[in-house]
C-alpha cells in the first residue's frame, strides 16, 4: 500500500536555527500516530511543513495528489486568536473554504453539517456564540467541529489536548478514534505518553532528526519511548551528526 505522505530528507531552518534536519518517513493510508519528542524537537515544524504552511529549506515532502485539497491542519491553540469577532458558527463555517473558495456562499446543506459537527463535540446550541467567549476546552471542540466538516483524508493535529480537562480530552480522544475507524490518516503531536501507549498504534519521535517511527509498542520496548524518561532531555543516538545550521538547496513541496 502506498503512504499517503512522505518525507524525503526534509530539512528546515528558521535563519540559523534547525528546527528539522534529514527527516525521513512516511505515513500509510488510514494510519493514526502519535509526534513525540522533547519541547523544540521540531514536532509542530513538522506538520507545519506537511499541511503546506511552510516549506523545508531542503528535502522533499510528498502528499498524495488526491488528498492535497482533503488535509486538515489544526494548529496548537494558542496559535490561534480568540478574539476574533466571529460566532462559533462562522468558525466551524470556515472549514468549508476549500469547497467556496473566498467568494463562496455558505449553503444551508452546509450549516445543517455545522450544526451536526457541534452536536458532536458536545457543542449544541453555541452557534451564535462569539469564539472568545468560550473555555479553553470550549474552542478546543469548536476547532474539533470544524475539522469534521472538512471531511479531510488527512488529519493533522498539534496538541490537540492541551489545557483541557479530563472530560474534554476523552471526548475528543474519541473523535479522534472515530475518525481512525472510517481510515482517515491521522497524525497527532503529543507530549502524554499514557495517551500515546493507549490510543495510538505507530509513533513518530523526533529530537530534531528523526530517531524512530514505527509500532508504539516497539519503540517503548527500545526505550525511545519511556515512561522513566525525561522527554524534555531525549539524547540523539551515539554518532548522529551535529545539525547543519545553512541549507541553500531549495524545495519543492509536492
Known amino acids: 500500500m502506498s503512504a499517503l505522505v512522505t518525507l524525503d530528507n526534509v530539512s528546515v531552518t528558521y535563519g540559523r536555527h534547525v528546527a528539522l534536519q534529514d527527516v525521513s518517513g512516511s505515513f500509510e493510508p488510514g494510519s493514526l ?18 499541511a503546506g504552511a511552510i516549506k523545508p529549506s531542503q528535502g522533499r515532502v510528498s502528499v498524495c495528489k488526491t488528498c492535497m485539497r482533503r488535509t486538515a491542519y489544526l ?9 476574533f469577532p466571529i460566532t462559533v458558527m462562522q468558525a466551524v463555517c470556515t472549514g468549508f473554504w476549500p469547497d467556496t473558495r473566498s467568494f463562496g456562499a455558505i449553503t444551508s446543506a452546509m450549516r445543517d453539517r455545522a450544526r451536526a459537527a457541534l452536536a458532536a463535540v458536545g457543542l449544541a446550541g453555541f452557534e451564535k456564540r462569539q469564539i472568545g467567549g468560550l473555555s479553553g476546552g470550549q474552542f478546543q471542540r469548536m476547532l474539533f467541529a470544524r475539522v469534521i466538516v472538512q471531511d479531510a483524508r488527512v488529519i493533522l493535529l ?6 483541557v480537562d479530563a472530560a474534554t480530552t476523552a471526548k475528543l480522544i474519541q473523535i479522534v ?22 490510543y495510538f498504534p505507530e509513533s513518530f519521535v523526533l529530537s530534531g532528526n528523526c530517531l524512530g517511527s514505527g509500532h508504539t509498542h516497539e519503540l517503548f520496548e527500545q526505550k525511545l519511548l519511556s515512561f522513566d524518561l525525561d522527554m524534555a532531555e531525549l539524547l540523539e543516538p551515539e554518532g548522529t551528526p551535529p545539525p547543519v545550521h545553512e541549507h541553500d538547496c531549495g524545495h519543492d513541496h509536492a
Do not use: Y
Not at 502519535?34 to 521540531?42: E, F, H, I, L, S
Not at 494548529?75 to 478574539?83: E, K, T, Y
Open 177 to 198: 478514534l472515530d475518525w481512525h475507524r472510517e481510515g482517515r490518516t491521522i497524525v497527532c503531536v503529543l507530549h502524554d505518553l499514557l495517551l500515546i501507549r493507549k
Open 75 to 83: 494548529p496548537q491553540i494558542n496559535a490561534i486568536q480568540r478574539d
Open 33 to 50: 500516530t502519535a509526534v513525540a519528542g522533547p519541547n523544540g524537537a521540531g514536532k509542530s515544524t513538522l506538520l507545519k511543513v506537511i
Open 158 to 163: 498539534d496538541e490537540p489536548f492541551t489545557a
